[in-house]
Every structure is written in C-alpha cells, then in structure tokens.
C-alpha cells in the first residue's frame, strides 16, 4: 500500500450550454432580487428615487423572461393544463401538438416579427431611450431582442412542427409510443 499510486485520469469538466444558461438565469434573478431590495430601501428609507436602477429591473426581469423561451419549447417544458390530453394515444398528442405549432405558434410569432420590424426600424434610428425621465439608454436593444425573439420562436416552432419525430422523449415514454 505505501508504494505509487497508480496513475488517475483526469477528466475535464464538460462545458454545457444548458448549464451555462441555467448559471446566467440564476445570476440574473439574484440580481433582480438584491436590486430590488436597493431601489426599495432608496425609495422608502432613504427617499431617493433611481429612475434608472427600475429601468434595470425591468431589462432583468425581460431577459430572465424571454431568453429561456426557445429552449423551453424545443425541450417540451412548458407547462401545460390539460384536461383531456393524457388520456388520448401518444400519436395523437403528437398531432395536436403539431398543429398548435404550424398552425397557431408559427403564425403568430411570424406575424409578430413582421409586425416589429418598422417599430425596431424607427427606435434604431432615433436611438431610442427609456421612456422613464432620467432612465437608462439603449430601449432601441430591448425591442431588437423582442423582434429577434418572435423570430426565434417561429423558427423553432417550423423546425419543431415539421421534423419527423416532434420531440425527444424519455425511454418510458418511447415505450408507450411503440
């Protein structure tokens, strides 16, 4: 026991996007939550007002909202109230959802992002601000991100509802497929 010890591979971390995404998420509420509690204490105690710490708040909790919305729909985590669904064959569920997605979710956000495209057109070009007096610039990159989004959402929703196999499904699930 006391001669060498034999050699251990060192395996690297692997890097995850997933869990990236999940640390930047989890970073971004903490800091909703820890700034939230400074604009209150300035407003409420020390009566100073900070127009743009509630402009931050609200481009937090816009990002915190809007970033994980494609990943939640290409991994099917979206929650879901359904009365009847569990009960129908996996085939069918299959159907529905296809048809939510072609022919509710790809035409809305398609239409959104057409829509958006002369609103984000004229806040560029102006540059535009915050619409709070003494707020933060850059309001023009929120609706960027907002058009980006509606894009990214149809697009997912295309590939989603025209692919072969609608989701990845775990092994009990592929089963009850069968």
Do not use: C
């Amino acid at each position: 026991m006391n001669g060498p010890t034999p050699f251990k591979s060192r395996t690297r971390p692997r890097f995850s996007f997933a869990g990236s995404l999940r640390g930047l998420a989890a970073v971004a509420v903490i800091s909703l939550l820890m700034l939230q509690i400074v604009v209150v204490a300035l407003r409420y105690v020390f009566s100073i007002g900070a127009p743009w710490a509630t402009d931050l708040l609200t481009y937090l909790f816009f990002f915190i909202v809007s970033l994980p919305l494609a990943g939640v729909l290409l991994r099917n985590e979206s929650v879901r109230v359904d009365v009847m669904n569990q009960r129908f064959p996996p085939a069918l569920r299959d159907w529905i959802d296809r048809i939510a997605l072609l022919g509710l979710l790809f035409p809305a956000m398609a239409w959104a992002a057409w829509k958006s495209v002369p609103m984000v057109q004229t806040s560029w070009r102006v540059l535009e601000s915050s619409p709070t007096l003494g707020g933060l610039p850059g309001f023009f990159i929120l609706k960027t991100i907002t058009a980006l989004l509606f894009v990214t959402l149809a697009v997912v929703a295309l590939i989603l509802g025209l692919r072969p196999r609608l989701y990845r499904r775990n092994p009990s699930e592929e089963s009850d497929a069968t």
